[in-house]
T-cell receptor, first 115, second 113 residues
Framework: QKEVEQDPGPLSVPEGAIVSLNCTYS??????FMWYRQYSRKGPELLMY????GNKEDGRFTAQVDKSSKYISLFIRDSQPSDSATYLC???????????????FGKGTLLTVNP | DAGVTQSPTHLIKTRGQHVTLRCSPI?????VSWYQQVLGQGPQFIFQ???????GRGNFPDRFSARQFPNYSSELNVNALLLGDSALYLC????????????FGEGSRLTVL
């Protein structure tokens, strides 16, 4: 079993739709949870960052973490064509047992928002 | 402010050759990490350096090495290149606190023929 599982998609939605992206994980030591957006042939861009369980909202984006279920989600409201990209979940145990802040990534989900 | 800068952006090498990739972190950031991203996969952790010391190493062979300089810039070296080393090599910097907030550069795309 991989440490982080993410459905690679692809996911295609019409403009204005609500998008739900998810990851599951197996390592109970993960405490920091991130979502990155990566446009084609570019580096990942940090979108959302959360510590431990709970929700965080930033504009049209909402990140949810459920540590009891080892499940994290990213919701995009009123999706726009400019949101078309690959979305990567990433997790870290922080400064624990020498692992420091190594990030473990999911495979990424390719999202296309159609005008 | 400038973000993380990497050079070169693209390069082509042949099997057995050596490559050096360079990274300049965001001003004020003391930690640099290197990741390898193969097409269709998420980035895989290679190294982390903080204050010029190696603080973490991923599951990569000894052909991969890195260092961090006094100005916090960093180099990733790969010896005896294999076809499977073809990938996007990403550098990320962070302030150094245990937050996991890494900021990535655009990457160096290496093709090994």
């Amino acid at each position: 079993q991989k440490e982080v599982e993410q459905d690679p998609g692809p996911l295609s939605v019409p403009e204005g739709a609500i998008v739900s992206l998810n990851c599951t994980y197996s390592n109970s030591a993960f405490q920091y949870f991130m979502w990155y957006r990566q446009y084609s042939r570019k580096g990942p861009e940090l979108l959302m960052y959360t510590y431990s369980s709970g929700n965080k909202e930033d504009g049209r984006f909402t990140a949810q973490v459920d540590k009891s279920s080892k499940y994290i989600s990213l919701f995009i409201r009123d999706s726009q064509p400019s949101d078309s990209a690959t979305y990567l979940c990433a997790m870290s145990a922080g400064h624990s047992g020498g692992s420091n802040y190594k990030l473990t990534f999911g495979k990424g989900t390719l999202l296309t928002v159609n005008p | 402010d400038a973000g993380v800068t990497q050079s070169p952006t693209h390069l082509i090498k042949t099997r057995g050759q050596h490559v050096t990739l360079r990274c300049s972190p965001i001003s004020g950031h003391k930690s640099v990490s290197w990741y390898q991203q193969v097409l269709g996969q998420g980035p895989q952790f290679i190294f982390q350096y903080y204050e010029k010391e190696e603080r973490g190493r991923g599951n990569f062979p000894d052909r991969f090495s890195a260092r961090q300089f006094p100005n916090y810039s960093s180099e990733l070296n790969v010896n005896a290149l294999l076809l499977g080393d073809s990938a996007l090599y990403l550098c990320a910097s962070s302030f150094g606190r245990v937050t996991g907030e890494l900021f990535f550069g655009e990457g160096s795309r290496l093709t090994v023929l």
